[in-house]
């Protein structure tokens, strides 16, 4: 793995001046460079950092299979059809001959972005003269040293564990590559894997105090070094408070659950304090004449997101492909969007944009989300979003923790903030709904309502993954896509990784 992974981390950091990581990589690099030519001016160092976010948006990553497809049909309310793949993808055949390749590329994907960091980290390191300005030095360092940590996270819940229990500490999970160099290396311990994790992870807090996104950059600096516009549209990129987000996720991993709400609500705090969202307006959205002017994905929501340019063409081929024989969609089982999700009947959700009020649309006998609505004719502020943390889920993240210590206002209070910008009349979610209707039932009502909130995102197959056994009692929940959820196991480590002596831990 890693001299493939070298080999083709240089090829892209090479190829990235090539490719278009937003507007303004496609206005300022047109020419392959080499490698020393390219680590030699500032302009370089951004189209390598660039070129990262190039890697993290191609099909085996997040550009489709760690967010809107393979991840999403492994847990998600979605039903068969014709295709091989997906029937295995949905019946968890990891080790089978129709995903067992998928997930092989999704490993070296994960780790083939972790070697472009690496090597951008490395020179960036070793060449301070040539990014002179030192906030922008440190804003660089801090998006690298976040999105290691980010990665390499996922990775860790893919292949291993979705959250920590006390005995966990000491097991093996995937390896956490910190070099650019030849040597492999060595799994170790989630204690010990978690240590460097959040180490990067502080240190890129600590880098990106002067974040533009905070609202805080003197307007000298932003006439200066900003001149080009590389560091605008921060929602795009890793920033200081996506870097604060994904530490609420690691602390709900280590199961330290005041910290994580504590976390959450920073976030919460500091990000409304610098204007850095703003909530959709759904009543706009539902009297929108056309599919090309609705913010499918919400983006004004997204602290951080990515910029996949070849997003429509894979949409196409996975969404919004015509249905017939031998053809396949992933399209939400209408039986379970209908009763288990939106049942009008018995949950205060009729109105819900996330549903068949909008986003939802029928399709056959099915529907067919438009999360990823891609159209060329499509508003290009909106177009090819891969939302990766937005702020409705340090909302979920402080009321899953609210519903696991049994604090009823505080849950009800978090999700009906996320409810009430969903269009929904009587956002409480006690209002009518059975799946509040007790204690008991307060996980797994959280949980629907992750699956709701973050169709295609991962967000939700992570909750899929470390709720379903902890929740004591369901209402009105599809029995067989439960049962799915139940027996969510972790992906296999490649064959390749095993032979080489790797060995998972669960």
């Not at 409480?428 to 959280?446: I, M, Q, T, Y």
């Amino acid at each position: 793995m890693i001299k493939t992974i070298k080999k083709l981390a240089f090829l892209l950091i090479a190829l990235a001046a090539l490719l278009s990581c937003n507007k303004w990589l496609e206005a300022t690099s047109s020419t392959q460079v080499s490698d020393a030519t390219l680590f030699s001016s500032r302009s370089g160092f951004q189209d390598a950092l660039c070129g990262v976010y190039i890697s993290m948006g191609e099909e085996a990553e997040y550009g489709a299979m760690w967010t809107w497809f393979v991840n999403e049909l492994a847990y998600g309310p979605y039903a068969q059809q014709f295709s091989n793949l997906f029937t295995a993808i949905q019946n968890h055949e990891w080790e089978g001959t129709y995903v067992n390749p998928l997930i092989a590329r999704m490993w070296q994907a994960g780790y083939y972005s972790i070697a472009n960091i690496n090597k951008v980290l490395f020179e960036l390191d070793a060449k301070p003269d040539v990014v002179t300005d030192k906030t922008e030095w440190n804003l660089m360092k801090g998006e690298l040293l976040a999105l290691r940590a980010y990665i390499h996270f996922d990775l860790m819940r893919m292949f291993g564990l979705a959250q920590l229990k006390e005995g966990d500490y000491d097991k093996y999970t995937v390896p956490y590559v910190t070099t650019y160099d030849k040597e492999p290396t060595p799994q170790r311990t989630y204690r010990e894997t978690l240590e460097l994790l959040e180490g990067d992870l502080n240190e890129a807090i600590e880098l990106l105090a002067d974040d533009p996104v905070r609202g805080n950059a003197s307007d000298a600096w932003m006439a200066n070094a900003n001149a080009d516009g590389f560091w605008d549209a921060r929602d795009k990129r890793m920033n200081y408070f996506a870097a604060k987000a994904l530490k609420a996720r690691v602390l709900l991993f280590r199961n330290d659950l005041d910290a994580a709400a504590a976390a959450a609500q920073a976030v919460i705090d500091e990000a409304t304090a610098a204007q850095a969202y703003k909530w959709v307006d759904a009543e706009a959205m539902t009297k929108a004449t056309s599919n090309d002017e609705i913010d499918w994905t919400f983006s004004s929501e997204q602290l951080f997101c990515l910029e996949v340019t070849g997003l429509q063409s894979l949409t196409d081929l996975y969404i919004f492909n015509v249905l017939g024989s031998g053809s396949s969609s992933i399209l939400v089982d209408k039986n379970v969007a209908d009763l288990s999700l939106y049942n009008t009947a018995t949950i205060a959700a009729a109105e819900d944009i996330r549903g068949p009020a909008l986003m939802l649309k029928f399709f056959g006998n099915q529907y067919r989300s438009y999360k990823y609505y891609n159209n060329s004719s499509y508003y290009t502020g909106y177009r090819n979003r891969v939302p990766m943390i937005k702020i409705s889920e340090m909302y979920m993240i402080i009321a899953e923790v609210a519903a696991e210590k049994g604090v009823q206002e505080t849950l009800f209070q978090a999700l009906s903030e996320v409810r009430s910008h969903r269009g929904i009349q009587d956002p409480s979610p006690v209002n009518a709904d059975p799946d509040f209707a007790s204690r008991n039932a307060w996980l797994s009502g959280v949980l629907m309502e992750y699956v709701r909130e973050f169709y295609g995102e991962s967000i939700a197959y992570y909750a899929a993954r470390r709720i379903p056994g902890k929740a004591q009692y369901w209402i009105n929940i599809d029995k067989d896509w439960l049962s799915r959820m139940h027996s969510l196991t972790p992906y296999p480590y490649p064959t390749d990784e095993v032979s080489y002596g790797r060995h998972q831990d669960l």
